[in-house]
């Protein structure tokens, strides 16, 4: 076993004078607080998201702020270990939730940081990424990749929310975090790609040696991901789970964000092991409850909540109807510096 270490007050006040002149500071005191003993020991708290506390306070922000005051009209939704305010709900993942209203446009711009939308509420909104017009429909996961210009529009007549998903605190911590802005993009007359190349699970197009595009396919429709989780709960044992993957590479769909469709039966409980991703989840549809790390959340469509890192995790629905959420975790990130861990509980 580890000897305890020296404290920082053990030392003299002359030598931490001087140490301070000369702008060093001794490790051990630190140690601990850096390197934890077994496991981190995450800043991030359980934190949940009510849509029924958010909507009122997202359409007054509506009345109140004009979209060109705003550029991008969003309350942002903090992780409540690091308090209200906090840019961020995990260490590395943002999420926001955004208002557009009927005729509003968002303008075009791009930045390092990549971004998805999981669409909560509205019909006639859509992102236009690199001139391609992706529709916005309730459960839908559409994605601004970084370096990728996009803007917002709405042609419908009721509000359109979403949820922002971005790795935007990765970014900033990595001081490598700016945009760039540009006039309104011309949109192709022509239905997105997942109603195009990839509309069919399984097949891609022939290309001959040329090659795709690096983030093929932009939207997600919900539509057949929940048909393809119903068929999987029907006919699958254990938890009905589906990764989002880009259909050229079979990898996830960004860099460091991965996203998985998951579906809870009736009276179902789901354990998954603990595992060294941070987690946002969204809830689509049905509702029932989570303990994160002893910490009871109760939650029902179109709320959000948040998991850190090893946190000890259970889905439970109680209801009748089948439950729907999306889970956003930074583990592609981590599988990128080799790190990424699951551990039996
Ligand atoms: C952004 O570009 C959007 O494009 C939303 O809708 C939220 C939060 C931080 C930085 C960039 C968008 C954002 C954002």
Same mark, same amino acid.
């Given at each position: 076993?580890? *000897?305890?270490?020296? =404290?920082?007050?053990?030392?003299?006040?002359?030598?931490?004078?001087?140490?301070?002149?000369? /702008?060093?500071?001794?490790?051990?005191?630190?140690?601990?607080?850096?390197? +934890?003993?077994?496991?981190?020991?995450?800043?991030?708290?359980?934190?949940?998201?009510?849509?029924?506390?958010?909507?009122?306070?997202?359409?007054?922000?509506?009345?109140?702020?004009?979209?060109?005051?705003?550029?991008?009209? $969003?309350?942002?939704?903090?992780?409540?270990? #690091?308090?209200? /305010?906090?840019?961020?709900?995990?260490? %590395?993942?943002?999420?926001?939730?955004?208002?557009?209203?009927?005729?509003?446009?968002?303008?075009?711009?791009?930045?390092?940081?990549?971004?998805?939308?999981?669409?909560?509420?509205?019909?006639?909104?859509?992102?236009?990424?690199?001139?391609?017009?992706?529709?916005?429909?309730?459960?839908? !996961?559409?994605?601004?990749?970084?370096?990728?210009?996009?803007?917002?529009?709405?042609?419908?007549?009721?509000?359109?929310?979403?949820?922002?998903?971005?790795?935007?605190?990765?970014?900033?911590?990595?001081?490598?975090?700016?945009?760039? *802005?540009?006039?309104?993009? &011309?949109?192709?007359?022509?239905?997105?790609?997942?109603? !195009?190349? @990839?509309?069919?699970?399984?097949?891609?197009?022939?290309?001959? /040696?040329?090659?795709?595009?690096? @983030?093929?396919?932009?939207?997600?429709?919900?539509?057949? %991901?929940?048909?393809?989780?119903?068929?999987?709960?029907?006919?699958?044992?254990?938890? $009905?789970?589906?990764?989002?993957?880009?259909?050229? =590479?079979?990898?996830?769909?960004? +860099? $460091?964000?991965?996203?998985?469709?998951?579906?809870?039966?009736?009276?179902?409980?789901?354990?998954?092991?603990?595992?060294?991703?941070?987690? !946002?989840?969204?809830?689509?549809?049905?509702?029932?409850?989570?303990?994160?790390?002893? !910490?009871?959340?109760?939650? %029902?469509? #179109?709320?959000?909540?948040? &998991?850190?890192?090893?946190?000890?995790?259970?889905? %439970?629905?109680?209801?009748? &109807?089948?439950?729907?959420?999306?889970?956003?975790?930074?583990?592609?990130?981590?599988?990128?510096?080799?790190?990424?861990?699951?551990?039996?509980?």
């Amino acid at each position: 076993m580890a *000897e305890q270490l020296g =404290t920082l007050e053990e030392l003299p006040q002359d030598y931490r004078e001087a140490m301070d002149q000369a /702008g060093v500071a001794p490790l051990w005191p630190m140690m601990r607080k850096v390197l +934890p003993h077994g496991r981190p020991m995450p800043q991030t708290k359980a934190s949940h998201f009510q849509y029924t506390q958010l909507r009122p306070l997202l359409l007054r922000a509506g009345e109140l702020t004009p979209v060109e005051k705003a550029e991008r009209r $969003v309350l942002v939704m903090s992780d409540q270990g #690091r308090g209200t /305010g906090a840019m961020q709900a995990t260490s %590395t993942l943002y999420i926001g939730m955004q208002l557009l209203l009927p005729g509003e446009v968002a303008p075009a711009h791009k930045h390092t940081p990549s971004a998805a939308r999981i669409i909560v509420e509205g019909e006639g909104g859509y992102t236009v990424v690199d001139g391609e017009k992706l529709p916005m429909k309730r459960g839908d !996961v559409v994605l601004t990749p970084g370096g990728e210009w996009h803007d917002h529009g709405h042609e419908g007549t009721q509000p359109v929310v979403w949820l922002d998903v971005l790795d935007l605190p990765l970014f900033v911590y990595l001081e490598g975090s700016y945009a760039e *802005e540009a006039p309104l993009q &011309a949109q192709r007359n022509r239905p997105d790609a997942s109603m !195009v190349e @990839y509309l069919a699970s399984g097949l891609k197009p022939s290309r001959r /040696g040329a090659s795709a595009r690096k @983030y093929p396919m932009m939207r997600f429709p919900w539509e057949r %991901t929940e048909a393809a989780l119903r068929e999987m709960a029907k006919w699958g044992e254990g938890a $009905v789970e589906l990764d989002y993957v880009n259909p050229e =590479t079979g990898q996830d769909i960004l +860099p $460091v964000m991965g996203f998985t469709a998951m579906m809870v039966r009736p009276g179902e409980t789901l354990r998954p092991p603990l595992s060294s991703e941070s987690a !946002v989840f969204h809830v689509i549809g049905g509702s029932g409850h989570s303990m994160v790390e002893g !910490v009871r959340i109760d939650w %029902t469509e #179109r709320d959000t909540f948040t &998991a850190p890192v090893f946190a000890q995790i259970d889905h %439970t629905n109680t209801t009748d &109807a089948p439950a729907f959420l999306i889970r956003v975790s930074d583990r592609p990130l981590q599988e990128k510096l080799g790190y990424y861990e699951e551990r039996a509980r």
